[in-house]
């Protein structure tokens, strides 16, 4: 098992930025690739951005790049994601997802799963 925690998310002004971190817990996070959704009221689950277990492969949700960065350090078993310019539009409920490869992620075929961490950007 994987213990996924999420920590971060709070309220900013438009154009604004946030750092999530998802912190770790079990089984050995390195050998996991890592993910982050989110979900706004009324909107499906929706793929964020996901990054291999070393950090080598990188993939985002197309209408994200240039603005979201994930990145990964293995020896504090964590994963971030660093949000900026943010926009209304991206309020959400961000998740955290480890998953035994990046397909998985990036397909919502995690093996485990965060609570989740509100985020709310105001216009």
């Known amino acids: 098992q994987v213990q996924l925690v999420e920590s971060g998310g709070g309220l900013v002004q438009a154009g604004g930025s946030l750092r999530l971190s998802c912190a770790a817990s079990?089984?050995?996070?390195?050998?996991?690739?890592m993910g982050w959704f989110r979900q706004a009221p009324g909107k499906e689950h929706e793929f964020v951005a996901a990054?291999?277990?070393?950090?080598?492969?990188?993939r985002y949700a197309d209408s994200l790049k240039g603005r979201f960065t994930i990145s990964r350090d293995n020896a504090k078993n964590t994963v971030y994601l660093q949000m900026n310019s943010l926009k209304p539009e991206d309020t959400a409920v961000y998740y955290c997802?480890?998953?035994?490869?990046?397909?998985?992620?990036?397909?919502?075929?995690?093996?485990?799963w965060g609570q989740g961490t509100q985020v709310t950007v105001s216009s």
């Open positions: 997802a480890a998953g035994g490869n990046m397909a998985k992620v990036v397909n919502g075929q995690s093996d485990y």
């Open positions: 079990g089984r050995t996070f390195s050998n996991y690739a």
């Open positions: 990054i291999s277990w070393a950090g080598a492969s990188i």
